[in-house]
């Protein structure tokens, strides 16, 4: 297919995150039709986006070089997968994240697009080896993991099957690239990728010093929020350690490795979730913010509006 085809790109399935790939395709001034099984609900999403874009319009934040009426001038929904596919060079699934759904999901696309056409699913913790294991050539297929809300998170995972073709990879890491994401490729696919294995190692950390009777929620947050995320939004673990020794990251090691060791190895196992040590986690939390509408939505869109504010920062520098 020649590049002057790569117009289209299909969204199938028109949730929260359906939608925020297609606001995110739709900025790069790409065509974007959604597709949803839901009668009308494609149309509805659309609804929802226009609200959206004129919001970040209004506030300065709208992505891209179009306006939001050029913007929503590409998009269409459909209620009929076949036409929601037709002249698409890539297609985004984001569907429920049930293994059953998504292999019939693709094993449909399949069946309806080219053989050039590449088949990209936003799961969060399937690998790509199951959710395609029913789709004949997988060459063409591959995870890309957004982080919500990717609008303003621009991380991507790309995750390849086992059999995913290099150029697959590269060009879908190209096309991240143009819609202003910010693509990283995992070499082979692993349980969690990259950013959720790290997430869980903080999880359980968190979990045990709290649990442990260490610290509270509310300090264990504050670690995060005032201490590591400061530099996290700019630079990494790597840099962050290479920068915290006079002469870089092997020097940081040989000062610092046999403490970090110590450390790792005063780990305990995997934490209790959810029985009787958990509860005073939770209340603990409800105490802090209720686990009602009213109080969780106000925090929602307060991490949003830090979100914007801190994407924003970003972007200037
Ligand atoms: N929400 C997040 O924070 C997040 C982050 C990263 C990745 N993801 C992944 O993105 C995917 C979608 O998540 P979501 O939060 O948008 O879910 P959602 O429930 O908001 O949306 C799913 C949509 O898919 C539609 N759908 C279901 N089955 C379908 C089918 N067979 N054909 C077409 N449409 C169908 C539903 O009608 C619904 O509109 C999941 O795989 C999820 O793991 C979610
Ligand atoms: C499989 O997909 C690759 C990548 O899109 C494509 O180049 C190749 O022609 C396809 N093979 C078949 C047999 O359809």
């Excluded at 045990?208 to 700019?234: H, P, W």
């Excluded at 995997?270 to 925090?299: T, Y």
Aim: overall charge negative; proline content about 4%.
């Amino acid at each position: 297919m020649s590049t002057a085809d790569m117009k289209i790109i299909t969204v199938i399935g028109s949730g929260l995150i359906g939608r925020s790939w297609s606001m995110v395709f739709v900025s790069g001034g790409y065509t974007v039709k959604i597709y949803d099984n839901q009668p009308g609900q494609a149309a509805k999403a659309i609804t929802e986006i226009r609200k959206q874009l004129e919001e970040l319009e209004g506030a300065g934040m709208l992505r891209g070089e179009l306006t939001a009426t050029q913007q929503l001038a590409l998009l269409s929904s459909y209620d009929d997968m076949a036409k929601a596919l037709e002249g698409a060079f890539f297609v985004q699934e984001c569907v429920f994240e049930q293994l059953e759904v998504k292999q019939s999901v693709f094993q449909d696309i399949e069946r309806l697009v080219g053989k050039d056409v590449t088949l990209s699913s936003s799961t969060s913790c399937l690998v790509p080896s199951s959710v395609f294991s029913k789709v004949q050539n997988r060459s063409r297929c591959l995870v890309s993991h957004p982080v919500n809300p990717p609008y303003y998170v621009k991380l991507v995972e790309l995750v390849p099957h086992p059999e995913t073709a290099a150029t697959v990879m590269d060009d879908t890491h190209a096309l991240m690239t143009k819609v202003g994401q910010a693509p990283v490729c995992l070499k082979k696919e692993i349980d969690g990728f990259a950013l959720n294995r790290v997430q869980a190692a903080i999880i359980a950390e968190s979990w045990r010093l709290v649990q442990d009777g260490i610290i509270s929620v509310k300090d264990i947050d504050l670690v995060m929020s005032e201490g590591l995320g400061m530099r996290y939004a700019f630079i990494g673990p790597m840099e962050t350690m290479h920068l915290n020794a006079p002469e870089g990251l092997q020097d940081y090691m040989k000062r610092y490795g046999e403490g970090i060791t110590r450390v790792l190895n005063s780990f305990g196992p995997v934490p209790d979730f959810s029985g009787e040590g958990a509860k005073s986690i939770f209340n603990e939390m409800r105490e802090l913010i209720p686990s009602d509408q009213q109080h969780l939505s106000a925090r929602i869109q307060r991490r949003d509006q830090l979100l914007m504010s801190l994407a924003k920062l970003k972007k200037e520098h």
